[in-house]
């Protein structure tokens, strides 16, 4: 199998299966408990912590809870957010959220939570004149998403939390960087200073599924989604997942080290030479987001009068893994909400496939790639075409 479908999730380093299985194994104890203790568990927590709070720029002071997942950790800020606009207050997000974003939030709407959603441009990104006519002293809670899954696009959060800080200085600001966070360098102690909770998820950056957390910064109280035994500072109850978080903190080093040696860029080489291939082979292809910033590794594209869904099965067939879209819609037969939300139609969305590097990616997979969709869309003489 050729996987180029990296943003639904990524292959576990072989340093994380590694430490998972020893952790499974052998340190298999309650962390809690007092051989746990003894056996240096709580170190593996504090190691883990450190690593994710290296990979996303926060500092020490900055809090890291573990979570089953991003699912969770955006669940836990939606509903805090949600308790703090109980009265007169509001929230806002934006059209093109997560549907674990966006479904919460339309939970907590239908129970009378005013909510006010921000529209994107044409080219993905948040429309910001609209967001300075939408904020007032009165918003409580905002939730908008670092880069999105389908279209890889990095949103202009810092310059978002600029013009919410200015008008509602104690709004509580939620950023679901599950995509961005080992994909791109990201500090949040810089330019990313205002924003308040980050979520994340260990399986999109070659770590292991069922484990994410939440980082909530310094200062910021919050009360816990889950109550019970008191684990990680009476935030979030539970026995910690010891094996899980060993190998979230393996490959968050792993992706630091990665940084360092910026092979992100090789990744964006590969992305862009994907790219001038299939619009050299299909010259009315269409690439969303490709004037905005974007992670290195994604490209949404479509090839027009050819059906996306008829193009990932035989693509699959043949070996090669890509996605319609978001892996979380992947069984709807609706086309994606992200591409009309940019104003693109019906027959225009219906044609998107999402490519999805990696560090593992190659050269030679993506001209494959290319080379398949020719062959299949050689049978419609108008393909890419406009």
């Not at 690593?51 to 939606?78: C, H, K, P, Q, Y």
């Not at 109280?221 to 935030?235: A, S």
């Not at 090669?320 to 992200?338: H, L, N």
């Amino acid at each position: 199998m050729i996987y180029l479908d990296n943003n639904a999730t990524t292959k576990p380093f072989p340093e994380v299966v590694k430490i998972i299985t020893r952790f499974m194994t052998s340190r298999f104890w309650n962390a809690s408990s007092a051989y746990g203790q003894a056996d240096g568990l709580d170190g593996t927590v504090e190691s883990a912590k450190a690593a994710i709070r290296m990979l996303s720029g926060v500092g020490s002071e900055d809090e890291v809870v573990f979570t089953s997942g991003a699912t969770e950790s955006n669940v836990w800020a939606i509903t805090e957010g949600a308790r703090r606009a109980a009265g007169d207050g509001w929230v806002l997000s934006s059209q093109i959220e997560h549907p674990s974003v966006r479904e919460t939030l339309e939970h907590f709407q239908e129970q009378r939570l005013p909510v006010l959603w921000v529209r994107i441009t044409r080219e993905g990104v948040l429309d910001l004149d609209e967001l300075k006519e939408l904020v007032d002293p009165n918003l409580r809670f905002v939730s908008l998403m670092l880069a999105h899954n389908e279209t890889g696009v990095i949103q202009p959060l810092s310059e978002a939390a600029a013009i919410i800080r200015e008008c509602s200085p104690e709004c509580l600001i939620h950023t679901d960087a599950t995509q961005a966070l080992g994909k791109m360098p990201i500090s949040f102690s810089d330019d990313l200073n205002e924003v308040d909770l980050v979520s994340f998820s260990g399986h999109k950056f070659h770590g292991p599924k069922g484990i994410g957390g939440l980082i909530i910064r310094n200062g910021v109280l919050i009360e816990p989604l889950i109550r019970g035994g008191g684990q990680q500072n009476d935030l979030r109850s539970g026995t910690i997942n010891t094996p899980a978080i060993a190998g979230i903190g393996a490959a968050a080093n792993r992706c630091c080290e990665l940084f360092q040696k910026r092979h992100h860029e090789a990744v964006r080489a590969i992305r862009d030479h994907f790219e001038a291939h299939i619009s050299s082979v299909f010259p009315g292809a269409l690439i969303l987001g490709k004037q905005s910033p974007r992670l290195p590794n994604t490209s949404f594209f479509g090839i027009p009068w050819n059906d996306a869904d008829d193009l990932v099965l035989a693509l699959v067939a043949k070996g090669i893994a890509v996605s319609k879209g978001s892996s979380c819609s992947a069984q709807s037969i609706e086309p994606s909400r992200t591409a009309a939300q940019m104003g693109y139609s019906y027959e225009e969305a219906s044609s998107l496939i999402r490519f999805s590097a990696s560090c593992e990616t190659t050269f030679e997979e993506v001209n494959l790639l290319v080379e398949e969709l020719q062959d299949l869309c050689g049978q419609n003489r108008n393909c890419g075409k406009i």
